[in-house]
């Protein structure tokens, strides 16, 4: 390869918010990478469930070059075909009846946040602005999104941070219902907390919450950011549990790799948001919407999604077994191909040991928290791709037995 930049020029040239791996990728394709030096790694990260189709999917790469010959931008002056075909694929397949785009997921959920305060004020008056969150959940790194997350370390020192917002545990049925009153304009829940551990929420815990929200008129906000598009098995997380929120919010594995993010919502809510009162540049993009429109058909096939909970149950025979060998883990979890190891007690904290570990072995994983390794691969990583990365996590994880 003829370039004269190496993993070291990262510290010589980024400023400093990222630790990336000693290697240096360079191409993808399926479930597997290569690094500069040749090296060949099996991927059980999927680019933090970004990467639904795994690297360079055949129709991914049809749609980028063929939108690539067409109309690569407008902004929002003009609509374009993508677009509208990606939205009303959307609405079509979820409770949704308006659809805003943007281009990350914290970007998605600035905008449901603004969304649910404007709606408020319009239907509820000038003192309905609280919003309730939860404790260790994640929904961005605008000041407002990690203001709303539930993680101190991500606000800390960034100070004053806007008010209005309420934390309480998470799957917490009574906490919910003591922090919700007539103030409230919405309750955002991760049906399934990625971030912050990969921990899906009780039945009952959304049922309630969508009980709480209508008595008290506040809006429902899912972010499906990383537990949407597939993922668990569903298109969406929700439709699993029967529970319907007024906005969702999906980013991550949307666009496969490209960047971008949707905000769904009602035609009653949508309403609260005019010409002009919000927006985005790139929000919409043709390039982002055609090739998310084509991830999206191949996600949103029954084949497809089945073959996320097959795959499922061959990820946790497999870490099970592991569990049960070598007790490194209390607890496997999550569900579809959103799972997590929790560390037993012995191995709390060293998460990121893993990690490392399972790098030398050739395997990409992801930390969940400094107690939980976390997975998330491919929807359609192949059966031999799945067999080989836990071959070499078995691995990974007996060289960190052995140094600990
Ligand atoms: C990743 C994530 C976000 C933030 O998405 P970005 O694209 O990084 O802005 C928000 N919510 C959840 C649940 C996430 O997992």
């Not at 070291?8 to 690094?35: E, K, N």
Request: with cysteine.
């Amino acid at each position: 390869m003829m370039t004269s930049v190496t993993r070291a020029t990262f510290d010589q040239v980024m400023v400093p918010t990222y630790a990336p791996a000693a290697m240096l990728p360079v191409r993808g394709a399926g479930s597997r990478i290569w690094d500069s030096e040749g090296r060949e790694y099996v991927d059980f990260a999927g680019g933090i469930a970004v990467n639904a189709l795994g690297h360079c999917h055949p129709v991914m790469v049809k749609a980028v070059t063929e939108q690539a010959q067409k109309i690569w931008h407008l902004a929002n002056g003009y609509t374009n075909i993508p677009a509208l075909e990606l939205a009303q694929k959307l609405i079509d397949n979820t409770f949704a009846e308006r659809v805003f785009f943007a281009n990350s997921g914290g970007e998605a959920n600035e905008a449901a946040f603004k969304l649910a305060r404007a709606y408020a004020k319009q239907h509820g008056g000038p003192n309905k602005v609280e919003i309730v969150s939860t404790f260790n959940s994640f929904h961005g790194r605008t000041l407002f999104t990690v203001s709303v997350g539930g993680q101190e370390k991500y606000t800390k020192g960034f100070e004053p941070l806007p008010p209005g917002i309420k934390h309480v545990p998470y799957n917490d049925i009574d906490a919910l219902d003591g922090a919700i009153n007539e103030n409230t304009c919405a309750v955002v829940l991760e049906p399934m907390q990625g971030e912050g551990g990969v921990t899906p929420a009780d039945a009952a815990y959304l049922k309630k919450a969508r009980e709480l929200c209508d008595k008290h008129g506040a809006l429902l906000i899912f972010d499906e950011v990383q537990c949407g598009m597939g993922r668990t098995g569903y298109l969406y997380n929700y439709m699993e549990y029967g529970v319907t929120p007024d906005i969702l919010t999906s980013a991550k594995a949307l666009g496969g790799g490209f960047p971008i993010a949707a905000m769904l919502t009602t035609e009653k809510v949508a309403k609260a948001l005019a010409v002009g009162s919000h927006g985005s540049t790139y929000g919409g993009n043709p390039m982002a919407c055609a090739v998310a429109s084509a991830v999206f058909d191949v996600i949103n096939h029954p084949d497809t999604l089945a073959g996320v909970r097959q795959r499922h149950d061959q990820f946790f025979n497999g870490l099970n077994a592991i569990k049960d060998k070598t007790g490194v883990f209390s607890l496997v979890r999550g569900k579809g191909l959103l799972i997590g190891c929790v560390l037993s007690e012995k191995y709390a904290g060293k998460s990121k040991d893993f990690v490392t570990a399972a790098l030398a072995e050739g395997l990409l994983i992801l930390q969940a928290g400094p107690d939980v390794i976390r997975l998330a691969p491919s929807l359609i990583i192949p059966e031999a791709d799945i067999k080989e990365g836990l071959a070499k996590f078995e691995r990974a994880i007996a060289k960190v037995m052995a140094s600990v």
